[in-house]
RNA sequence: GCGCCUAUAGCUCAAUGGAUAGAGUAAUAGUCUUCGGAACUAUUGAUGAGGGUUCGAUUCCCCCUGGGCGCACCA
C-alpha cells in the first residue's frame, strides 16, 4: 500500500504530522503539514518530487508505482494486503431486525442495507464477520397483536396478510386511546405467552410464519442474505443465567416490583417487569452472552437507529459491570423523516419497502422501457440502496421520493451506467490494455490514474468510520472523472487505445468491486 | 426539565484542524451525424447567531437559536 510506504519514508526524514490529499490536485498526490521545508530528503521508490508551498511539503508519486498498485487491484496480492488489516479478528454485526407482524419499512431497509455493507467491509478487511438478524418477535406487542386479532380479526389468523396485520395493530393503539383496559389485557396475553399458553402461542407462531415469509421475499428482492436469524424468542431459555450473573454481581436492584440495574450518568434498564415478564433489554444481554459464548467475538457491531441509541448504550454499559470483553459500536443511523420534520408512523402512515421498489422501478422503465424485468429491478434497487449508503449514517435522511428514484448526478444507476460504458468498450475491443507510464498522459487521463490507488485507503477509512459512504463518494468521484474523460477522448482506433483501455478497465474493475461491497449489483449493459 | 444527535448554495448532500468550502439537483446557455446522452461543458449560488482556543476553525470548546431522537413496565 503506497500510504504505508510514503509513512515508512517520511519517518526515515524524521518528517512528523497527518499525510493527506491535497484539496487540489496541483499540489500533489500527498502533501504534509511541516510548518518548514526539509532538507536532503532521501532517495526513494515511490516519490517522484516534492515542493515545499505554504507550510505543506507536496509530493508526488511516481508513475511506475501508480501503475504498480493500480494493476494489483483485485489480485490476490492485492486482496492479502487488504485482509492483513482484520486477519485473526472476529465481529458480530447486528442489522436489519424487522418487527414480526409488520411490513417491511425503509427505516428497516436503512439498517439492512448500511448493515450489509459494513459486513461486506470488514469481510473484505479480513475480518471473520457473523451477520445477525435479531428479528423482534417477541414481546408485549404481541400481547397487544393477540387481544387486537381475536377482538377485530375477521378472518382466520393463517390466512391474514402482513398488511392486514399491521392494520390491526394501528387498530389496537387508536383503540387504547379511548379504552384504557385493553394495554392492561395485552400484557396479560404476553404473560401467558411467556408462560407457553397452547393458545397464545399458535397464533404468535402462526404471526411469525406469515412474516418471515414476507421477510424472505424482501431479503430476495434486496440480495441480501443475513448468515443467522435469531430472534428475540430464541433467547427465552438463556435470560436466567443472565439474571444470575446479574444477581452475583450485584447490579440488579428491585424498585417497583421490577427488576433495574442502575448507571451513573444514564436512566435505569429494566430487565424484568413488575409482573414477572421479561424486557428486550434482558434479551439483548442474554444475546450478547449467547454471542460471545458461540463466536467470541473482538467486535460486535450494532447496525440499530438513533431512537435505541439509549437501549445500545446500556447494553454496553452492563457488559462492561459484567466484565465481558468485546468492543461495542452502535451505527446509531439517523431517522429517515420528511422535510418538514414529521414522519408518523405511530398512525399506520409508514411507507413500505415495497411501495418504493414499485415506483422506482416504474421510473427505471420510462428511461429504458426496452430493458429486461431483471434490469429493472437491479437500477431500481441500486437507486434506493445508494440514496441510503452515500449519506453520513448518523444523519437523518429527508425522504425526498425524487431524490430516491434519482437515476441522474449522484445516483447509484450513474456508477452502474459508467459501468455498463465501460464494459461496451471492453468487449469491443481486440486490443490488450496495457499502460506505458514514460508516454505523456492527457491531464484526464493523469486524473484516473492517481485516483485508483486510493480505493484501498478508501475501504479501510469505511470500516474504521463504520460508514459506507466512504466509498460511495469516492466512486463518484472516479466515475465522473471517467465520464469526463470519456467525453473528451475516444478509446477504440486511436494510437493511444491500449492505455485507454487500461484506464477504462481498471475504472470498471473498481466500480465492480466498490459496488459489490455496497450490495448494489452491475451489469454489463442496462 | 435532563441526555444524545444535528444546522453548509433555493433543495438534497461532501469536506473528521489546513491551501481557492466540493458535488448533485433546480434554472439558464451550450456539446454530439454518440466506442452507450442514465453522459459532458459553462454560468448563477452557501458555512444559523455570538464568543473562545489555534500560525490556521465548516471541523475543537462555551453560549444562544432552530430541527430530530430518547428518558421503567412497547420493542
Known amino acids: 500500500m503506497i500510504k504505508k510506504d510514503l509513512e515508512r519514508w517520511l519517518q526515515e526524514n524524521k518528517i ?23 532538507e536532503n530528503l532521501s532517495e526513494n521508490d515511490i516519490v517522484e518530487k516534492t515542493e515545499f508551498m505554504a507550510g505543506f511539503i507536496n509530493i508526488w508519486l511516481k508513475k511506475e508505482i501508480l501503475k504498480k498498485e493500480t494493476e494489483e487491484i483485485g489480485t490476490e496480492v ?34 439492512t442495507d448500511i448493515g450489509q455493507a459494513i459486513y461486506n467491509i470488514y469481510q473484505i478487511l479480513g475480518w471473520k464477520c457473523i451477520g445477525d438478524n435479531h428479528l423482534g418477535d417477541w414481546g408485549t406487542q404481541f400481547g397487544k397483536l393477540i387481544v387486537a386479532i381475536k377482538k377485530w380479526g375477521v378472518k382466520p389468523v393463517e390466512t391474514m396478510s402482513i398488511d392486514d396485520l399491521e392494520t390491526l395493530y394501528v387498530k389496537f393503539h387508536q383503540e387504547s386511546e379511548t379504552d384504557k383496559d385493553l394495554e392492561d389485557e395485552a400484557r396479560k396475553w404476553f404473560a401467558k405467552l411467556e408462560n407457553k399458553d397452547v393458545e397464545a402461542t399458535d397464533i404468535w407462531q402462526k404471526c411469525i410464519d406469515i412474516s ?19 430472534g428475540e424468542s430464541f433467547y427465552l431459555d438463556k435470560m436466567d443465567s443472565v439474571i444470575e450473573l446479574m444477581e452475583n454481581k450485584g447490579i440488579l436492584k428491585h424498585s417497583e416490583g421490577a427488576k433495574i440495574i442502575e ?39 450494532y447496525e440499530i437507529g438513533a431512537d435505541q441509541e439509549l437501549h445500545c448504550r446500556q447494553i454496553f454499559e452492563t457488559s462492561k459491570m459484567l466484565g465481558w470483553k468485546p468492543q461495542f459500536y452502535n451505527v446509531a443511523h439517523g431517522m429517515i423523516r420528511w422535510a418538514d420534520g414529521k414522519f408518523s408512523t405511530r398512525k399506520g402512515h409508514t411507507i413500505h419497502l415495497s411501495e418504493v421498489i414499485d415506483k422506482a422501478m416504474e421510473e427505471a422503465k420510462k428511461i429504458a422501457p426496452d430493458n429486461d424485468e431483471k434490469k429493472i429491478k437491479a437500477v431500481a434497487i441500486g437507486a434506493i440502496k445508494f440514496n441510503d449508503l452515500s449519506q453520513d449514517p448518523k444523519k437523518d435522511i429527508i425522504f425526498d421520493w425524487e431524490k430516491v428514484m434519482s437515476m441522474e448526478g449522484n445516483s447509484g444507476p450513474y456508477l ?30 493523469e486524473n484516473l490514474l492517481r485516483e485508483f490507488y486510493k480505493f484501498e485507503e478508501k475501504i479501510i477509512e469505511a470500516a474504521d468510520r463504520f460508514s459506507p459512504a466512504v466509498i460511495a463518494e469516492y466512486l463518484i468521484g472516479l466515475a465522473r472523472k471517467y ?32 459496488l459489490t461491497l455496497l450490495g448494489i449489483e452491475t451489469m454489463e449493459k442496462m
Open 483 to 514: 465520464n469526463e474523460f470519456y467525453a473528451k477522448f475516444r478509446v477504440i482506433g486511436e494510437e493511444t487505445e491500449k492505455r485507454r483501455l487500461f484506464l477504462t478497465e481498471r475504472t470498471a474493475k473498481i466500480l465492480k468491486l466498490g
Open 78 to 111: 492485492w486482496k492479502n494486503n487488504l485482509e492483513i488489516n482484520g486477519r485473526g479478528k472476529t465481529m458480530v454485526i447486528d442489522y436489519s431486525a424487522p418487527n414480526i407482524a409488520k411490513p417491511f419499512g425503509i427505516g428497516h431497509l436503512r439498517s
Open 416 to 445: 452502474q451506467y459508467t459501468y455498463a460504458r465501460c464494459q461496451s468498450i471492453l468487449n469491443k475491443s481486440k486490443k490488450n490494455s496495457e499502460i506505458n507510464v514514460d508516454e505523456k498522459l492527457e491531464s484526464e487521463e
Open 212 to 230: 418471515i415469509k414476507e421477510f424472505d421475499r424482501v431479503y430476495e428482492l434486496l440480495g441480501v442474505k443475513i448468515d443467522y436469524v435469531l
Open 263 to 301: 448507571f451513573e450518568n444514564m436512566p435505569p434498564a429494566m430487565t424484568t417487569k413488575s409482573n414477572g415478564t421479561t424486557t428486550y433489554f434482558l434479551r439483548d444481554m442474554a444475546t450478547v452472552k449467547y454471542r460471545m459464548e458461540t463466536w467470541n467475538p473482538d467486535l460486535i457491531i
Open 16 to 38: 512528523e504530522g497527518k499525510i493527506e490529499h491535497p484539496s487540489i490536485s496541483k499540489f500533489g498526490d500527498y502533501a504534509v503539514r511541516t510548518g518548514k521545508p526539509v
